[in-house]
């Protein structure tokens, strides 16, 4: 019980906390949109005018990555520049359970980016807000959320070994973003692409929530989003351990 | 006039050195180079889904904008972040002339902006099909220096802004994303809206990539003039609002005694 009350006030906390962030607004809701509006226009004189609302559903992905990306890789740095890490760290709690609620937080504020897309794109364009399988749909957002959640503890726990977590997440964006098929298929890809591609929560979450949306079956994209938030888990917790270990051993939990 | 030149290339290489003293090749590489290189990628694999145009238009649209990484953000960061470090104050209350102060640092922001936006133009070459003539590479070079002075000039107007603004970084940041959409970037300006295409006239960069797309397909550089010369005004116009802003909120900072107050 108190591990559910510790994640959903960590969780709630840290959302307020993100929705308050100029930088996470920009990122969520007015990244996404310009990245659609992009794709929108390049799709309409391209021809392809029936890409419209898979422009959309793929930004909105970009945009719940592009928060998970920068809000869970500096999650540790920024509490290291904050001076609170030692105290978080000191705490009896696991580490794990304080980091997790936080980079859930960074991928639920994606929210913005689904809601902001759609939005945008029935105002503006007029593209159709039609879902084919609506109860997929509420099933397969939560999932890939969840999924990339958990991917964050992973660079939470990794990109704190990097000094510069900030220069990583710059780096990252664009790559997951071409990778992951969020708006290009990963059929026009080279093929050394595709194993990468597989190990990222991006790619199952868009297939499932365009499965959901657009019609096919979503279920098993949906099924190896949870599967590889689970391993993400696993290799978050072994990682986060091993840091918070060395940190202490070392004496280098607070050095930047 | 000598210590015009001086405080102008000495001074500016000092203050961008003190400015960005965080820089490093383990923050440069990832931010500068990596991340650059695959926003390239993205937008040509996207032009080749689209069926919009080909990898040459992405390359050289962005190849070109790019640069703005330099060109908006350093611009930016070597004014406003005097106020952000506490040096504004020390700084204005010397004698130097305020055009060579704020206007030498411009020149290694746009060596940067270069340098990133030859990086672009060399993994477009390797990576994707992009195989510009040889004859046209020293009329690229020109209109691509030309173009990343202008950018130049359009941050440091912003970043005059943030001797004012509470966070002007935030202002970057929408003005770097909004040049993909207004700038001819990645969608040709006869495509998008009448208004949209009005403000990217308006914007550095968009009169440059539409020369540098030209030459790089093969024309003379005689034959696009005029962007040239239009980005040039473009860039000079911006260079001069940058500088009488520089000068009034310092007079508005002096006045109110609000210099480094946020």
């Known amino acids: 019980m108190s591990v559910a009350r510790l994640l959903w006030v960590g969780w709630r906390f840290h959302f307020k906390s993100l929705t308050l962030s100029g930088f996470f607004l920009i990122t969520t809701v007015f990244g996404p949109a310009l990245i659609a509006t992009i794709a929108y226009y390049m799709f309409k004189t391209g021809q392809r005018p029936g890409t419209l609302f898979y422009a959309s559903l793929g930004s909105a992905v970009y945009g719940i990555w592009s928060a998970t990306l920068f809000g869970s890789g500096g999650a540790l740095a920024w509490q290291r ?19 997790l609620p936080l980079t859930l937080s960074t991928s639920s504020i994606g929210l913005y980016s689904l809601a902001s897309t759609l939005i945008w794109g029935r105002v503006v364009f007029g593209i159709p807000f039609q879902i084919a399988h609506p109860l997929a749909f ?3 957002v939560p999932a890939t959320i969840l999924g990339l959640g958990l991917l964050g503890v992973v660079l939470a726990s990794t990109f704190i070994l990097y000094r510069h977590a900030n220069a990583l997440s710059n780096m ?44 096919g079956n979503p279920w098993p994209s949906t099924a190896v989003t949870l599967g590889l938030g689970l391993a993400y888990l696993v290799i978050g917790a072994v990682c986060l351990r091993y840091v918070e270990l060395a940190a202490r051993k070392q004496a280098t939990l607070s050095l930047t | 006039m000598i210590a015009f030149l001086r405080i102008f290339f000495i001074g500016g290489l000092i203050a961008y050195r003190g ?30 889904y689209s069926r919009l145009q080909n990898d040459a238009f992405f390359v050289v649209g962005n190849a070109v904008q790019v640069s703005a990484m330099s060109g908006v953000f350093s611009a930016t960061m070597a004014i ?47 990576l994707l099909d992009f195989k510009p003539p040889a004859s ?44 993909w959409l207004f ?29 540098a797309r030209r030459i790089a397909d093969g024309a003379s550089l005689g034959s696009v003039s005029g962007l040239v010369w239009t980005e040039l005004g473009v860039g000079a116009a911006y260079a001069t609002a940058s500088f009488l802003l520089v000068r009034f909120f310092e007079y508005e900072g002096r006045r109110r005694a609000s210099l480094e107050t946020f």
């Open chain 1, 172 to 215: 990252l964006e664009w790559p997951v973003l071409l990778v992951t098929g969020l708006l290009v298929p990963l059929s026009l890809l080279p093929g050394w692409s595709h194993p990468i591609a597989w190990v990222l929560a991006p790619t199952w979450g868009v297939r499932a929530i365009r499965g959901a949306a657009l019609g």
């Open chain 1, 81 to 99: 520049w904050q001076g609170t890490l030692e105290v978080v760290v000191s705490t009896p709690t696991p580490l794990l359970l304080i980091v």
């Open chain 2, 80 to 126: 406003a972040n005097e106020r952000q470090f506490h040096t504004l104050s020390p700084l204005l209350a010397t004698p130097a002339n305020r055009f060579a102060v704020f206007m030498g640092r411009s020149l290694p922001v746009l060596v940067n902006g270069l340098v990133v936006s030859a990086f672009g133009f060399c993994m477009g070459y390797l």
């Open chain 2, 183 to 211: 700038c001819g970037v990645n969608i040709p300006l006869n495509a998008l809206p009448g208004w949209l295409s009005q403000i990217g006239r308006l914007l550095p960069l968009t009169h440059g990539i539409a020369a």
């Open chain 1, 138 to 140: 509420v099933v397969a």
């Open chain 2, 136 to 179: 046209s590479l020293a009329p690229l070079a020109l209109v691509v220096t030309v173009s990343v002075a202008s950018c130049t000039a359009f941050g440091l107007t912003i970043g005059s802004i943030g001797l004012r603004a509470r966070d002007v970084f935030l202002s970057a940041n929408l003005v770097y994303y909004l040049m």
């Open chain 2, 19 to 48: 400015l960005f003293n965080w820089i490093r090749p383990a923050i440069y590489i990832p931010t500068m180079l990596v991340g650059p290189l695959f926003q390239i990628l993205f937008f040509a694999y996207l032009g080749r």
